[in-house]
Structure formats: C-alpha cells, structure tokens
C-alpha cells in the first residue's frame, strides 16, 4: 500500500510499500487506505463542512497502537491527526494526507465508586461516561449532548449541566495518560509532571497523544428534574427578562440554557409552533428533586409554554435531550464569545439576531456558567476564563451547500454585534475553521506562554499541530 502523504508542513512525502506494510502489521487495529471498506466512515467526522481524505487511518485498540502511530509519524515525517469523538467544529480530527489516529474503538470505561473515580478510555463519548457512573448513582462533569467526544471536550476545558457546582470539566479531572511526542507514555497529575497536567487541562492536544482520563466523581441522579420548555417567539422579551434574573442567582445545582430557534417539529412542541420562531429554555436541577420542582415551578407557570417536559427523569435522559438538535453530517459554522453577566442590553440583542434566523436548525444559544468556575484563581490550568458567567454561541446549522454562505453570513453579522459584549475571552472548544492566532490568544489569555513553554518542552517539533495550536515559544 504506498501512501499519498503529506508533511506536517503539506508537502508531498512518499512512504515506501515496505514502511507501511511493517507499520501495518505491528498494529493490533486495523490500517485503511482510501477506497478499503471502513475508510469513508473513519474520516467522516460530525461537520459536514469537513470533506477531508487522509493518507491512512489507524484504527487504534490500545495504547501500543498509539504508540505505534505517534513513532511511524514523527519517523517519517507525516502530518498526524487524532480522532476522538470527531466533533470539533474545525474539523480538527481529519486533514487531507495526513495519518489519523482514529480512537473510537476504545471506549471502556472503569469505575471505583469507593474512590468516586472512572478511568475513561480516550474515545468515549459523553454518554459512554454517564452511562457506566450512573450505575453507581455517580456522575462525572461533561457537556451537553451525549455523542461528543470526552478527549477533545475534557482537553479543552469542558462544561455542561454541573459546571456551576463542580466547575470546568477539567476541574475535575485526576490525572491523564499520555503518549508524548517521542512516544513515551507519561502519566500527568497534580504529582506526576505537574506543569503537563497544568497544560493538559485546556491546552487541547497540543502535547500528546491522551489515552486516559481519571475524572472525579460526585453523587448524582439517577433521578434529577430537567427538560425542556418553549414559548413563541413573541414571548422571548419576557421570557428572556425571567432568564436573566434566575440563570445566575439560582443557586448551583440549577443550570438554565436559552435556546432562540425555529420550532423543529419535535413530539413535545404543539404542532401549530412546529416551523415557527420559538424561545426554549432546558433546565436541569442535580440537588434534592424536591428543591428542584420548587425552583423550576414559577418557569413552568408562566405564560402560556407551546411545549413543556420539564419533569422527574433519569439524568442520562436529561444529558440526552439535546442529541437530536446535532446530528452528524449537517453543516455548521459557529461564533461564541463568554459573557460577564447577562444582560438586558445582549437579551435583546439575541431576540433581534434570533428573529433574522432562516435555517429550521439554527440558533442563538445562552450557556450558565459562574458559580463553581470562578472557585480557583485563573492561572490554576490552562483553560482559564474563570471570570465568564455565562456564554453564547451562535449555532449556523444547515442542509444544502448552496446556502452556504447565507447561513455563515447569519452567523458572522450576529456575532459582529454581540461580540461587543464580550469578556474579551472565547471557548477555545467553540473556534471555528477561520479562527486561531489572535482568537488563541483570546482563548487563553495570559496563560497562553506558560503554554508556548510546555508545548517547548513536550513537542518543541509541533508533532501534534491539528488542534487549536499553540506555537512552541
Ligand atoms: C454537538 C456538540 C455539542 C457540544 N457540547 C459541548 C458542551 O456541552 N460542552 C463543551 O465544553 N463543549 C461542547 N462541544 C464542543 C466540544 O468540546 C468540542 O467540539 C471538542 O473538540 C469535541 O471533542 P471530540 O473528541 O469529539 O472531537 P475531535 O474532533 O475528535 O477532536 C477535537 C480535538 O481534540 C484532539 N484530540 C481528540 N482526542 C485526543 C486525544 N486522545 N489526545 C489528544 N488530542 C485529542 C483532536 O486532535 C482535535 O484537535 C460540543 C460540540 C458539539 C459538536
């Protein structure tokens, strides 16, 4: 099988047969080249934006396989991606030419319920997690939508329902496994190489390849109230007014989004809304499920809801709920900035935004965050932006190329004006394709060279350059 490689640079590098059938047969996984059965589906990541053929996927079962990669790239100078759960946004998963190192084979997970830890393998997806904890009525800290990938969400800092009680993702996280740039495997925690593990957690994959993750666990669920409630669109100034004054005073266990969208035509919206300009809120309440109807009862009594399933449910239904709202393969192109409060003033501005939206599966989203995050000083690792209290994201999501550059134009004109309310920092998970250089530095700020240094220090040579990427200082 010779390959069509690129260097990381993007010039041509040719590999002989005799290299790749060694690398090949030392792998326990599986090796594709384009064309072999499999190979579309490994390259395929959740953006349909992304349309990119690598020169060789490994399809990794273990850490040897890692290993085996990391060493077979640097040795013969090819680009290297990572696959993890294939939802970033950019796409960073896949290049074209590239070898890819696709970990979704590897999705164990290990649960101590007596230390409240779970080991988690680096291709597991949200919901992978939730599922294995939530035997033992534990949870660790994640996102919202169950089928994103823990590596590149932890590695980036990560937030979800719990973020307000326990804090970033990454806050709760034990320690990581690493394979680094000259294919040793180190172990990064508070104790063990301290300044990696400081940089591993929001650093994204600057400076290695991760094949474990020990994250914290808290008692949780199973049964929390949560779910969904929508109004028309008419009713978004008041609803958003209630928002505001709740989303942050409420006390940590209660997460509030704000969703301002087109109503998809979902079982629990009445039908007359179904295509129609709606305001949503998704709560979830992790405490007393008692506190929980008591704190979500003047939400579900106000006005008149086209739509209303906030109720008792199994917290990996709650962690669910949004799945629908992201297949893979749409297209999407999205603007997010952090917020230092919430706001009349951005209220209103995301009604006006909200109410210029075309596609059936766009929005302006409003994030809670506070609370727990702003626990640690913000030099305490990487992901910093402890002073956001909340973010947005403006969500293009669409079907047809040809309305491609109406749906980015969306996009771009909303964050245009609300990017005025911005912290000055951004959710280096949230950057889109066009964004690095100064956006990066927006991303980290001052903490971004202490991260230049650790990226000198583990991968002076920019193996891992894929990710949002961090120049070696
Ligand atoms: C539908 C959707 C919902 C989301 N919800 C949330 C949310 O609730 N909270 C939140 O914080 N973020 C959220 N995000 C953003 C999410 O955190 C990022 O998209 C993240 O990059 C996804 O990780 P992944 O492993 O799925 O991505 P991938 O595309 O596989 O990888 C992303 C990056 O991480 C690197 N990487 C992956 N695995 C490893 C590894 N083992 N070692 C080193 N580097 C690795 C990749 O090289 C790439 O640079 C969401 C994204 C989507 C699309």
Redesign the pocket.
């Known amino acids: 099988m010779a390959a069509a490689a690129v260097s990381r640079e993007g010039t041509p590098v040719s590999i002989s047969d005799e290299k790749v059938n060694a690398f090949k047969s030392s792998l326990r996984g599986r090796l594709l080249a384009p064309g072999e059965a499999g190979y579309d589906a490994a390259r395929s990541?959740?953006n349909g934006m992304i349309d990119r053929r690598p020169a060789m996927i490994a399809q990794c079962v273990g850490v040897s396989d890692i290993q085996a990669g990391v060493r077979f790239a640097r040795e013969n100078g090819v680009a290297l991606?990572?696959?993890?759960?294939?939802?970033?946004?950019s796409?960073?998963?896949v290049s074209d030419g590239s070898l890819m190192l696709d970990?979704s084979a590897m999705r164990g997970v290990w649960v101590d319920p007596e230390e409240r830890v779970a080991h988690a393998q680096?291709g597991c997806l949200l919901g992978d997690v939730d599922r294995e904890t939530q035997l033992h009525g534990l949870a660790a800290v994640l996102?919202?939508?169950s089928a994103?990938?823990?590596?590149?969400?932890t590695?980036?800092?990560?937030?979800?329902y719990t973020s307000r009680r326990f804090g970033w993702?990454t806050d709760n996280v034990r320690s990581m496994t690493v394979v680094t740039a000259d294919g040793r495997i180190v172990r990064a925690s508070e104790k063990d190489n301290p300044e990696l593990f400081w940089g591993l957690r929001g650093g994204?994959?600057n400076f290695?390849?991760?094949?474990d993750i020990e994250y914290d666990l808290y008692p949780l669920g199973p049964e929390i109230v949560g779910g969904g409630i929508a109004w028309r669109a008419e009713s978004a100034p008041e609803v958003l007014e209630m928002y505001r004054k709740m989303v942050l005073d409420s006390p940590p266990e209660l997460a509030l989004v704000a969703a301002l969208r087109i109503a998809p035509p979902a079982p629990w919206i009445d039908t007359s809304a179904h295509g129609k300009p709606i305001i949503a809120l998704f709560a979830c309440h992790t405490g007393k499920v008692a506190d929980g109807e008591k704190l979500l009862a003047p939400i579900k009594a106000f006005g008149k809801p086209v739509g209303d399933i906030i109720q008792k449910r199994p917290y990996v239904s709650q962690q669910s709920l949004l799945d629908a709202t992201?297949p893979s393969g749409r297209r999407y192109y999205w603007k997010s900035e952090y917020l230092p409060g919430v706001t009349a003033e951005m209220t209103a501005s995301a009604i006006d935004h909200g109410s210029k939206i075309t596609s059936p599966h766009s929005a302006v989203i409003f994030f809670p965050l506070g609370g727990a995050i702003a626990n640690h000083p913000a030099d305490h690792s990487a992901v910093g932006n402890r002073d956001a209290a909340a973010v947005f994201n403006i969500t293009a999501a669409w079907d047809r190329p040809e309305d491609d550059d109406a749906q980015i134009g969306w996009a771009r004109a909303a964050w245009n004006d609300m990017k005025r309310f911005s912290t000055g920092g951004t959710y280096v998970?949230?950057l889109n394709e066009e964004e690095a250089g100064d956006r990066l530095k927006d991303a980290y700020g001052k903490n971004y060279a202490r991260l230049a240094a650790i990226k000198k220090q583990w991968d002076p040579d920019n193996l891992f350059r894929?990710?949002k990427n961090i120049a070696p200082a």
Do not use: E, R, S
């Open positions: 990541v959740w991606t990572i696959k993890g759960g294939g939802h970033n946004i796409g960073l998963a970990l680096p996102g919202f939508v994103t990938g823990i590596a590149g969400l590695l980036g800092g990560g937030f979800g993702t994204g994959g290695g390849v991760v094949t992201q998970n949230f894929m990710n």
